[in-house]
Structure formats: structure tokens, C-alpha cells
């Protein structure tokens, strides 16, 4: 047994940077993990994963689109499917020994196993209960499936299991158009595969930008993803490793059914908390499951806290470090804080889509007056030379201050490119600010500038 200033349940983005950061502050830390390797449903089995695949189909899809056009000559490259799970592999297994690293750096101490606490001031992992000032619970989240729909991660996959496939599927259906639907989605259909995208909504991505999301669509349909809006799942039936989806059109009622080699059931997470023994030491959950916490992660219970996935706010593992490192600050004396309105979100597919602070349908609710800056990626010089000119910057800024209140992007590096928008949005900055600055020529970055001057007297290439 051994004492801790603080224990931390779960390595994932937030349990491993809440780890680090504590360590830096000077606090005795260790984190309690189960699974064979530090880095959570995050590096393991979700974005970086996920990202090495995005990567890796969209340059095929560069190969067999653009390469000729530019020049570049001579025999496509085919997909040997399991040389790109191994570089799918090798990506996580550098990033998970990455966090192993700086864990010794920072001297934070990993408890292998699943921990539960028994009381508060003790964590327990396999036969041993250590003693913890403060217990932070980075649980997590796990897959949430729908009524009638079992998830074997052989045909009926979650996000797990389509990433590690035995083959490229002929037809893939994908139950959610959410984040993971549409990224993996487009994975598969740059790989070869027919992909039919079936949700609930009659938009795709729920919350984001009304106008973005439309384009998005468009672009997606462009590429070959169909799309089923409007329509419940009601069932999934497999037999000899293929797959029906039965579905409803919520119109009419009338009842369909696809059939498909895998069904991915993207239909969002819920908080993760099995075995921790929350209910028992009288922690306060949610009806959604989540743990209630105040505004500096403290739960009901004195001395134990929570962060990330399995708390309130948007599953994001950016959301969840950074709530890492407030409590861990909070902790040492000092003053943590998260700015929950600058939370940038992307979705990682070609072209990406990102978007940071209000949307235009939440600013007519609120009946905020506000202007709205545009500018196509086709006025963008450096967008048209690689074959990037679709999508778009917009900006949305206080009608009479010109406060930035929020910015969507779709078009080429736009994950990147919003963060200079977060940055001018942490300092209150006004779209004349951003239109003010220099930016580098020829660069994507131009196009956030150019929305910022359609805030004000016009943009130069439109
Ligand atoms: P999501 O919440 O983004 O999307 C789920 C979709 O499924 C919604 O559009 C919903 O309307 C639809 N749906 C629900 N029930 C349905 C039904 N019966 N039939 C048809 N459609 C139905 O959830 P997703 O994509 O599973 O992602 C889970 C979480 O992981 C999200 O919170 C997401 O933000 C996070 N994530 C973030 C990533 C990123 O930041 N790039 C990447 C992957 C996941």
C-alpha cells in the first residue's frame, strides 16, 4: 500500500494529462489502468487509431484523383489491407509508449488494474488499496447501442471493432450520422466500399452549423457516402456473417431493410462507471449517467472528483485535458479554468470541418444581432494549387461590437485553422482583429483572415 496526494482513475487524454500536470505541480501521483496500455478509448481504440486510417485512405484517394493531374504519373497504389492495420498499429503503440515515457519523466506511477473505491480516501487496484488525498475519476465513456441492435464487433461493429476489420467490407451500413459514423464512413468509402449512412435526424451532424452541415453533405454525397435521413433503426438480424438493418421512415412509418456485409453502430456514448463503486458511496449520477459535479469537478462526495466523458459537456478529448489540468491546478492552490464556450470541435474527414463558440441558428434563438463573414476556399490561392478549393470560412461577430462569437469551418486543415479563431475568441478579440493581422501568403490561413474582413468592408478575393 502506498499514500498519494492524488490517485486518478483512467489514463485517457483526461486522467493522463490531470496526472502530469499534478506531477508538475508538485503533488505525489498515480494513475489506476487496466488495460494492457496508458492512453484510453482515445489512443488505444478511437481518435489517434482512427486518424492513422483518415490519413492513410485519404492519400489514395489523392493517388487516384489528383496525382495525374499534377503530373505525377504511373501505377495507383492498391490497399493491402493489413499493412495499413499495422501502421494503424505502430501509430498507437508510439503514442501509448509516448505516455509511458513521460509518466517516468514526471515520476507519476501507474496501478495496473481496475480500480474501485471502497471509501473516500482509498483506491483499490486487484488486492492492494492505496491511500489518495484527493481521487479524481477519469472513467471515461463506452459505446451506446440502440434497443434491438447487439454489437459483436464481428458484422454489428462499434467504433472498436471498424477499426480492426479483417477486410475492406463491400457494403458497409452505418447506423448515426454523427462524428464517428462520418469519418469512419468515409475511411471505407475511399477504401472501396459502398457506405449507406442511416439517422435518425433529418440533418447530419446534429448541433453543428445548419449551412455548414448541409455542404458537408453535399461533399460527402459527392464522394459516394448515401445517405438515409429521417429514419429510426429498429433491428439489425445477422446470419452467416452478413447483416439486414431494418429501418423506419419516420415520414411515413414505413419499414425498409438494408443489407450489408458490417453494420457500424455510431449512435453516440455514455458515461463509463461499471465497478468504481459510485452508488454505494453515495456519489451523485445523472439521469444520463453522468457524474454530477460542481463547478470545480468536486462530486458529492468530499475528496472525490471527476472529469472528461463520464462528467457533463461535450465528449472531446481536448475537453477532457483540459478539465484535467484545472483540477490539477485547483488541487495545488492554484486557480484552474476552463473556458467552455471556446471548445473547439472537428470532425477529421477531407475535407475537415471544425467550429468553435455559437452557431447561427443558437445566435437567431438567443436573438443575439449578429453579421456573418464569409469566404470560399476558391478565393484561396494556395487551397486551388492542391486541389482543396471546396468549403468555406465563416465567421459570426456581434453585429455592433464585432466580437468574434463563433466560427465554422469546412475546407482544407480547417482543425488546424480554428484555432487562431479560439485564440482570438479567448482574448475577446473583434473579427477586425483577425482581419487586422498580417497572415502569410499563400496560406490556408489567408481564408480566416478574408472572413474576417467579410465581417467588416469586404474581403480582397471575392
Ligand atoms: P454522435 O452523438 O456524434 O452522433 C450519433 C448520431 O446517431 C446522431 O446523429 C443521432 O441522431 C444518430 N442516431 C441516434 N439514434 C439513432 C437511430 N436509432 N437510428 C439512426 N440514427 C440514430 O455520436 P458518435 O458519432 O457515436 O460519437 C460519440 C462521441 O464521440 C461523440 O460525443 C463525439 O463527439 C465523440 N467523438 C469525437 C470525435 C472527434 O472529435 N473528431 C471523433 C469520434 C468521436
Given at each position: 500500500m502506498s499514500a498519494y496526494d492524488v490517485i486518478i482513475i483512467g489514463s485517457g487524454p483526461g486522467g493522463y494529462v490531470c496526472a502530469i500536470r499534478c506531477a508538475q505541480l508538485g503533488l505525489k501521483t498515480a494513475v489506476v489502468e487496466g488495460r494492457d496500455t496508458l492512453g484510453g478509448t482515445c489512443l488505444n481504440v478511437g481518435c489517434i487509431p482512427s486518424k492513422a486510417l483518415l490519413h492513410a485512405s485519404h492519400m489514395l484517394h489523392e493517388a487516384e484523383h489528383n496525382f495525374a493531374a499534377m503530373g505525377l504519373k504511373g501505377k495507383t497504389p492498391s490497399v493491402d489491407w493489413k499493412q495499413m492495420l499495422s501502421y494503424k498499429t505502430e501509430t498507437i503503440g508510439q503514442n501509448t509508449k509516448g505516455i509511458e515515457f513521460l509518466f517516468k519523466k514526471n515520476k507519476v506511477d501507474w496501478l495496473k488494474g481496475w480500480g474501485s473505491i471502497p471509501e473516500a480516501g482509498k483506491v483499490k487496484v486487484g488486492d492492494e488499496t492505496h491511500d489518495a488525498k484527493h481521487i479524481i475519476i477519469a472513467s471515461g465513456s463506452e459505446v451506446s447501442t440502440l434497443p434491438g441492435v447487439e454489437i459483436d464487433e464481428k458484422t454489428v461493429v462499434s467504433s472498436t471493432g471498424a477499426l480492426e476489420l479483417s477486410k475492406v467490407p463491400n457494403k458497409l451500413v452505418v447506423i448515426g450520422a454523427g462524428v464517428i459514423g462520418l469519418e469512419l464512413g468515409s475511411v471505407y468509402k475511399r477504401l472501396g466500399a459502398e457506405v449507406k449512412v442511416i439517422e435518425f435526424l433529418d440533418a447530419i451532424t446534429p448541433g453543428m452549423d445548419a449551412e455548414i452541415a448541409k455542404t458537408f453533405q453535399r461533399t460527402l454525397k459527392k464522394q459516394g457516402l448515401e445517405f438515409q435521413l429521417g429514419a429510426a433503426v429498429q433491428s439489425v438480424d445477422t446470419k452467416g456473417g452478413k447483416a439486414k438493418v431494418t429501418y423506419k421512415l419516420r415520414k411515413d412509418d414505413s419499414e425498409h431493410v438494408e443489407d450489408a456485409d458490417i453494420v457500424l453502430v455510431a449512435t453516440g456514448r455514455r458515461p463509463f462507471t461499471d465497478g468504481l463503486g459510485l452508488e454505494a458511496l453515495g456519489v451523485g449520477i445523472s439521469e444520463r449517467g453522468q457524474i454530477k459535479t460542481d463547478g470545480h469537478y468536486a462530486t458529492s462526495v468530499k475528496g472525490i472528483y471527476a472529469i472528461g466523458d463520464c462528467i457533463d459537456g461535450p465528449m472531446l478529448a481536448h475537453k477532457a485535458e483540459d478539465e484535467g489540468m484545472a483540477i490539477a491546478e485547483i488541487l495545488a492552490g492554484q486557480k484552474g479554468h476552463v473556458s467552455y464556450g471556446v471548445i473547439p470541435g472537428v470532425i477529421y474527414t477531407h475535407p475537415e470541418v471544425a467550429n468553435v463558440g455559437a452557431t447561427e441558428e443558437q445566435l437567431k434563438e438567443a436573438g443575439t444581432a449578429y453579421k456573418v463573414g464569409k469566404f470560399s476556399f476558391m478565393g484561396n490561392g494556395r487551397a486551388k494549387a492542391n486541389f482543396a478549393g471546396d468549403g468555406f470560412v465563416k465567421i459570426l461577430a456581434d453585429?455592433?461590437?464585432?466580437?468574434?462569437l463563433g466560427a465554422h469551418i469546412i475546407g482544407p486543415m480547417a482543425g488546424d485553422l480554428i484555432h487562431e479563431i479560439c485564440v482570438a475568441m479567448e482574448f475577446g478579440a473583434a473579427a477586425e482583429d483577425l482581419a487586422r493581422t498580417c497572415h502569410a501568403h499563400p496560406t490556408y490561413s489567408e481564408a480566416v483572415r478574408e472572413a474576417a474582413l467579410a465581417c467588416g468592408d469586404g474581403p480582397i478575393h471575392s
Open positions: 453585429k455592433s461590437t464585432d466580437r468574434i
